[in-house]
Every structure is written in C-alpha cells, then in structure tokens.
C-alpha cells in the first residue's frame, strides 16, 4: 500500500519563475492538504482539495494555487517565485467522511529560489 | 520554550529514561490534538491524537495529556530509544474544519547513548 508521494523531491528555481509540485495520495484517500514548512519552524497550511475544489486556504497570496485531478492526485502551483518562497512543500492526504479522519504526509519537495 | 526563528527548543534524554515534550496551544476553540514526529529529509509521522473531551489517551510508550485550562499539552514517551530522535510538533484542530492544522514550532529531541 503506498503512502503519500511527492514529486520532484527537490527543485532550484530563480525569482519570477513559475513552479508546480505534485502530489499522489495515499491509496484510498479523497482529500489532499498542502502545507509550507519553513527551516526549524512547523508547517504552515496551505489549501485543502476534496472533490476537485479548494475546500479552506490559509493566509497564502493568489500566487499560490492548486489542482484536484479525477483520480485525488494533486498538484500545488507558485506562481512569481520569491526568495521567501524557499522551504518545504508537504502534502498531506486523507478520507473525509471517516470520523477521526488522520492526515498522512509525503516526505516533501525541497524547493530552494535563488 | 519558545522558539524564535531558526531555533528549536531542545531536549537531551539518556536512553531508557522517559521524555516529556510540552507544548501550549493557541485557540481554545481546538477540539482536537495531534503529536507528529518529523526525522530529518522525511515528512511528519503521526504519533497519537487526543479529543478534547479527554485528557488522557496512551499508546504504545507514547502518553498525550491534555490541559485545556491551560491550553497545554504533553507528550510523554517511555523508555526513550535512539529511534526517537526527531523533531516533535504538536498540532491544533477545529473538528469539522476539514482537519486544517496549526502546528506549533516543533522541539527537537535528542536521545544519548
């Protein structure tokens, strides 16, 4: 059974690019987060997808936006990269509808903006 | 503690002694709680969860407590291993908020030989 994966695990980009990350959910699971995790700091939510629509978004500009495919995959896209923009993209997936629903996490795509 | 920037709050166990790690969150409207472990390259691995009509729930050599006058939790590991180093971070959550989590900053653990 595989879990969470993410692709690429890591990425250079410069400034002003454009990036897209891509997540596979665990098997059986109909919901995806993507969360931002800064060196030495927690993740920081992102967006949730179900249903192939943003459900909630956290406090990130429009630069940042997303995509639910037929089959639950995910991608995550950042548009005008900032040197800020440097960290850890986590996707995390899980079932709605299951009471105690728990989030499993990929291990990351590692984007540094140079 | 608390961590500013890139500093982590630490803690140094001997192997075989027990760990707490603390934790205070932030909304007191959180109705669920949840420990993940973070080992370096890999991403959180969930560890246990609490609801908060508990304020205690054990696993296996992990106990979470919960104290919600304070807002504070716990996560108390027995018997600590080498296994067990890793960042920690505790996570807040609105049941029925479609389990978007607000993570605190993390503690890192180091268990010595």
């Known amino acids: 059974d595989a879990g969470v994966t993410q692709s690429p695990t890591h990425l250079i980009k410069t400034r002003g690019q454009q990036v897209t990350l891509r997540c596979s959910p665990k098997s059986g699971h109909d919901t995806v987060s993507w969360y931002q995790q800064a060196l030495g700091q927690g993740p920081q939510f992102i967006f949730q997808y179900y249903e192939e629509e943003e459900r909630q978004r956290g406090n990130f500009p429009d630069r940042f936006s997303g995509h639910q495919f037929p089959n639950y995959s995910s991608e995550l896209n950042v548009n005008a990269l900032l040197l800020g923009d440097s960290a850890l993209y986590l996707c995390?997936?899980?079932?709605?509808?299951?009471?105690?629903?728990?989030?499993?996490f990929g291990s990351g795509t590692q984007l540094s903006v140079l | 503690g608390e961590s500013v920037g890139l500093h982590l709050p630490t803690l140094s166990v001997q192997e075989g002694d027990n760990s707490i790690i603390n934790c205070a969150y932030s909304n007191s409207a959180s109705d669920y709680f949840i420990w993940y472990k973070q080992e370096s390259g890999k991403g959180p691995q969930f560890i246990i969860d609490?609801?908060?009509?508990?304020d205690k729930r054990q696993g296996q050599r992990v106990t979470v407590l919960l104290n919600k006058t304070v807002k504070h939790l716990s996560l108390q590991i027995a018997a600590t291993q080498p296994g067990d180093s890793a960042v920690y971070f505790c996570a807040e959550n609105l049941l029925g908020s479609a389990r978007q989590l607000t993570f605190g900053s993390g503690t890192q653990l180091t268990v010595l030989p």
């Open positions: 609490i609801r908060s009509n508990m």
């Open positions: 995390a997936s899980s079932l709605t509808r299951q009471a105690g629903e728990k989030l499993f």
